[in-house]
Structure formats: C-alpha cells, structure tokens
C-alpha cells in the first residue's frame, strides 16, 4: 500500500515562515506534489518534486528527499490568506494520485 | 475555459436509490479521477481513468462503479446509496504534473 503521513494541525502568526513535513511510503514512486485548499473549495495545485532538492515558487518552496522518503512544504511571509489545508500528494505507478490526510494551517495576525 | 465541472452541485438521496455524478473536463486531460473527502481524512482515491474507455480502482472503490466513454466525460455511479456514502466528492483531471479539481458535489444520503 501507499501511506504519506503530514501533522494534522499547524499555527503560525502573519509574516512567520513555517514547514509542513511530509513522509511517505509508496511503491513505484514518482514524486510528490502539494496542493492547498481553503474551506469547502477545490484543491489547487502548489508545487511538484520528482527529483531531490527545493523547489521554489514565490513565496512558497517544496522540498524532496528520495533517499528519506521526506518532503517539505516552506511558507514564508505568511499571510492571513495562508490559512487553509495542506495536502502532500503522492503521484505512483499507474498515475493514481494518492492524498495524505492533509494539515490544517491557521495563521493569526 | 471552463476547466473541470461538476454535476449536480448537490443531492440528497435516500438510502438504496441510484444516482450519477458528471464530471466534464475541456483540457483533453488524459487523466481523470473521483476522490471523497471527508472530515479528517483528505481525499481519498475511489476510482480513476488512463485515458478514454479505461478505468482502475483507486484506495476506497467498494460501493461505487465509473466509466469513461468519452475522453472529457468522467461518471461516477452509486448504485445503492448508503448513509456512509455521506461525503463531498471531487473530480479532478490532469496532464502531466498538475492536477484540475472541480468545485465538489456534496452528497447526503439519508
């Protein structure tokens, strides 16, 4: 089976930086995505790793490591709009995308 | 464009009817997929399609059938709908890296 498992809850004050891990297990890996989704809407599509290192989009950047199964999503500059769900995505043979459970990401000013 | 659309919005069943959902997509994505999210546990991955005329179970399939006839139209079948069928539903489509969801089709199941 698949399984990626993230921090089901995270708190950040406006203009913080915060990380959201990611781990996983799979079979067939070919990488792992974000996606963010506010309350009720649709997920949307942040950032893909395939390959190992960061990659880096505005003021978000995500991070993979093949060898530890590990990826990380970096908020910076965080702003009100920032909270929301968190979802890492795992992307397998077959092309099924498989979700983790998600982290809750609430930002105070 | 319109992306990814969802149809109905929302339904209220009564336990052991029949319904379909729709999803339309107008990228010519290869890939489609129907995921349930409820609270707490994400998206999961009911069933999803390769390409037109293909389909394969995804991590939750039990209780759901779909078809894909045409490449842009993805269906969602429940055959006899039971109260644990209560969730929202989304369908996405993709090429490549992204991923398109439509806007969710809440189902209550009564």
């Known amino acids: 089976g698949q399984s990626l498992e993230q921090p089901s809850e995270v708190t950040a004050v406006e203009g913080a930086i915060v990380q959201i891990n990611c781990t996983y297990q799979?079979?067939?890996?070919?990488?792992l995505s974000w996606y963010q989704q506010h309350d009720g809407g649709a997920p949307t599509f942040l950032s893909y790793?395939?390959?190992?290192g960061l990659e880096e989009t505005g003021r978000f950047s995500s991070f993979l490591s093949r060898s530890d199964s590990y990826g990380y999503l970096l908020l910076q500059e965080l702003q009100m709009k920032d909270s929301a769900s968190y979802f890492c995505v795992h992307a397998g043979a077959g092309t099924a995308l498989i979700f983790g459970k998600g982290t809750t990401l609430s930002v105070s000013s | 464009n319109a992306g990814v659309t969802q149809t109905p919005k929302f339904r209220v069943l009564k336990t052991g009817q029949s319904m379909t959902l729709l999803c339309a997509q107008d990228?010519?994505?290869?890939?489609m997929y129907w995921y349930r999210q409820d609270p707490g546990m994400g998206l999961r991955l009911i069933h999803y399609?390769?390409?037109?005329?293909?389909?394969a179970k995804g991590e939750v399939p039990d209780g759901y059938n779909v078809s894909r006839l045409k490449k842009q139209n993805f269906l969602l079948g429940l055959e006899s709908a039971a109260p644990s069928q209560t969730s929202v539903y989304f369908c996405?489509?993709?090429?490549?890296?992204?991923?398109?969801f439509g806007q969710g089709t809440r189902l209550t199941v009564v």
């Open positions: 990228m010519n994505h290869e890939y």
């Open positions: 790793n395939a390959l190992d």
């Open positions: 799979t079979s067939g890996f070919y990488g």
């Open positions: 399609s390769v390409g037109e005329g293909t389909t």
């Open positions: 996405a489509s993709r090429t490549g890296t992204e991923a398109f």
